[in-house]
């Protein structure tokens, strides 16, 4: 018998049954070996335009607000890559003679819908990170979410996923020819790319956190607070609203933005 002749229970060249999950299966490992670091965990290249300038306060009995400058993803004064929030840097002070505790700070859109200054980077990502549920292509996931590779090509009759190094499987494909048509160089790509991927995004949480205004505060009489409010992407942002105590008698103070108008805002 002629063992180079293709068929069922012969060596050779693989089943014609396997032939379509074994090109996605090739196809995968190509596209790892050619892969970057993922681009939820990279910063802006720096020297960038700075943010415009904005001289936009309100006030209400002591507390009062102004926004310095608002940073829309992509746009004047982006530190990050590819941000999924918008940025608002500003002042709090209190010009009364009590402390003045700041509880909260909300952005209400077009929609009369408020929302939440956000504590977490990854949180207010999340909501706009689904656009791959949302289009016609399968996805490959690796890393345990560390990073997201996107597959342009249809991969037919297979339909694959991955999580970490060894937890691969694949619809009509055994997982151990899958595990042997996947280089080993792709695999340790895949460990480098992890690595730096965490370094970035310790890189992205500290920065957050040094930019962020931790919330609830307090301000001191005459004291001031500066510092930036991060919020999901909102295309038509109507007002903030800050809600605090001056001793013990509720405040609360809304700035209209209305004067926005004049900010880039990149298409997202």
């Known amino acids: 018998m002629n063992d180079t002749q293709s068929g ?18 090739l196809a995968i490992s190509f596209a790892l070996c050619g892969c970057v ?18 001289a936009l306060a309100a006030s209400a009995g002591p507390l009062e607000i102004s926004v310095r400058a608002m940073v829309p ?3 004047p004064g982006s530190w990050k890559f590819d941000a999924r929030w918008d940025e608002y840097v500003v002042q709090l002070a209190n010009r009364g003679g009590v402390p003045v505790s700041v509880q909260s700070v909300e952005l209400v859109d077009g929609h009369d819908h408020a929302w939440m200054a956000g504590s977490d980077p990854w949180e207010l ?16 996931q690796y890393i345990g ?15 694959c996923s991955a999580s970490g190094f060894a937890a691969i499987s694949c ?10 048509i996947v280089p080993a160089a792709g695999l340790i790509e895949l460990s480098v790319i992890a690595i730096i ?7 992205i949480e500290f920065e957050f956190r040094r930019r962020k205004i931790p919330l609830p505060l ?30 013990e008698v509720p405040v609360e103070v809304a700035l209209e933005l209305g004067g926005l108008a004049g900010v880039p805002r990149p298409p997202p």
Do not use: C
């Open 197 to 203: 991927d965490a370094r970035n995004k310790e890189r």
């Open 218 to 247: 307090v301000i001191a009489p005459d004291g001031t607070r500066g510092g930036s409010l991060f919020f999901p992407i909102t295309p038509e942002p109507r007002r903030l609203v800050v809600r605090g105590r001056a001793g």
């Open 125 to 140: 990502e999340a909501p706009t990170r689904t656009w791959w549920e949302r289009s016609g292509r399968r996805t490959f």
């Open 37 to 54: 670091t993922s681009g939820q965990y990279r910063m802006a290249r720096e020297g960038g335009p700075r943010a415009t300038p904005l």
């Open 8 to 25: 069922p229970g012969r060596r050779g060249l693989p089943d014609r049954g396997l032939r379509p999950s074994w090109l996605a299966a």
């Open 171 to 180: 619809v009509g494909l055994n997982e151990v020819h899958l595990l042997a």
């Open 145 to 159: 979410g560390a990073a997201d590779l996107s597959l342009a090509i249809d991969l037919a009759t297979a339909s």
């Open 73 to 75: 993803p992509h746009g």
